[in-house]
Nanobody
Framework: QVQLVESGGGLVQPGGSLRLSCAAS????????MDWYRQAPGKERELVAA???????NYADSVKGRFTISRDNAKNTVYLQMNSLKPEDTAVYYC???????WGQGTQVTVSA
């Protein structure tokens, strides 16, 4: 099993940037895929980005070109760099490990002037 702790959320103005971190309690070297999801008020949780062990990435259309997912296996951490943020990016962001069906506690991102 693995425990996940997200950090890096906060309040940012439109056009700004944030970097989210997801720290795992054990080595993630062998974890094939790690994901970032988000859930806005009144909406379903949606996949934002995913990264495989080999570094292949996949993004939701709504964030392509603005968000970048990366992983540092030596630090047992997955990152989500979010640039050119929009008000519609406001949500709670969750780290997820499919192989363990494990969610982090979430971190709030609010994009507002």
């Amino acid at each position: 099993q693995v425990q996940l702790v997200e950090s890096g959320g906060g309040l940012v103005q439109p056009g700004g940037s944030l970097r989210l971190s997801c720290a795992a309690s054990r080595s993630i070297f062998s974890i094939y895929t790690m994901d970032w999801y988000r859930q806005a008020p009144g909406k379903e949780r949606e996949l934002v980005a995913a990264i495989t062990m080999g570094g292949s990435t996949n993004y939701a259309d709504s964030v392509k070109g603005r968000f970048t997912i990366s992983r540092d296996n030596a630090k047992n951490t997955v990152y989500l760099q979010m640039n050119s943020l929009k008000p519609e990016d406001t949500a709670v962001y969750y780290c997820y490990v499919p192989v363990y069906n494990k969610w982090g506690q979430g971190t709030q991102v609010t994009v507002s002037a």
